[in-house]
């Protein structure tokens, strides 16, 4: 699995698992930030990646400990494999309030059941050693009940499926105007509503950020890159806004 250096410092690794071509399963990134030798994975994925991402991360880690798992919505390419994540390390994880009690149907064990825990609507602040991430809400984009995680160590934004592109055969974004193609159509199908998205907006530029990293295709870099993408989505038509009236199928 390539993995690829979003920041180092000292003490500090923001890192993207890639998985690219697994035929017909969408293509997934999963990311893993590293503090003082403790570890928080990212919509770690499904079934299809699971032996692979956890190798890899056990890899990365070292001597280190897996800490958190953070699940930004309840889709199965994110939380799939939760039952095998928790069986196999000590990690406590996290998703929304809305969705706690539905990833016990993914098989989640008795045994780990009480070590993943409900992120209320409005958001929480967590700690990994002296690093305090922000799990920041951001419903409606696309899933009732969505977070997204700024690290304010590498001024990273973990966007979720907010940025998401399809079908790029690069990492970082090169050109914002040539890459709308690959997320305009899913944008304006998955993402609920323009509200939610201008509300989106002004929470995030109240925020240092030097990177936009979502869990499908290419990442934005730069102050540049990044204020051209939150504009995007400020000014973005999508879900009910352009929904077309329901007919019952001939
Ligand atoms: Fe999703």
Not at 30 to 44: C, F, M, N, R, T
Not at 46 to 64: D, I, P, Q
Not at 73 to 92: F, R, S
Not at 128 to 154: I, K, W
Request: charged share 20%; aromatic share 12%; glycine share 8%.
């Amino acid at each position: 699995m390539p993995s690829t250096i979003l920041f180092e410092s000292k003490n500090h690794r923001n890192i993207l698992l890639e998985d690219f071509g697994h035929g017909q399963a969408v293509q997934a990134n999963q990311h893993l930030v590293i503090h003082a030798g403790a570890g928080l994975i990212l919509d770690p994925g499904g079934h299809k990646v699971f032996s692979r991402a956890m190798s890899e991360t056990n890899a990365l880690l070292g001597t280190g400990q897996l800490r958190y798992v953070f699940f930004s919505h309840q889709d199965p390419d994110i939380i799939a494999a939760a039952n095998g994540w928790l069986m196999t390390t000590n990690a406590v994880a996290y998703i929304s309030a809305l969705w706690v009690r539905f990833v016990p149907h993914f098989g989640l064990d008795q045994l780990v059941a009480n070590r993943l825990r409900a992120i209320p609507d409005q958001g929480m602040r967590l700690d990994m050693e002296d690093c305090r991430f922000t799990f920041l809400p951001a419903h409606f984009l696309h899933s009732p009940g969505n977070f997204q995680v700024y690290d304010p160590v590498s001024r990273i934004l973990y966007s979720g499926d907010l940025g998401a592109s399809l079908g790029t055969d690069y990492i970082e974004v090169p050109d914002f105007d040539e890459h709308i193609k690959y997320m305009e159509g899913f944008h304006r199908r998955y993402m609920a509503s323009g509200k939610a998205m201008r509300s989106w907006a002004r929470m995030v530029r109240s925020l240092d950020i030097e990177l936009i990293a979502p869990q499908h295709g290419a990442f934005f870099r730069g102050k540049a890159m990044v204020s051209r993408f939150v504009d995007w989505c400020d000014g973005l038509e999508c879900g009910v806004d352009v929904m077309t009236d329901f007919a019952v199928p001939a």
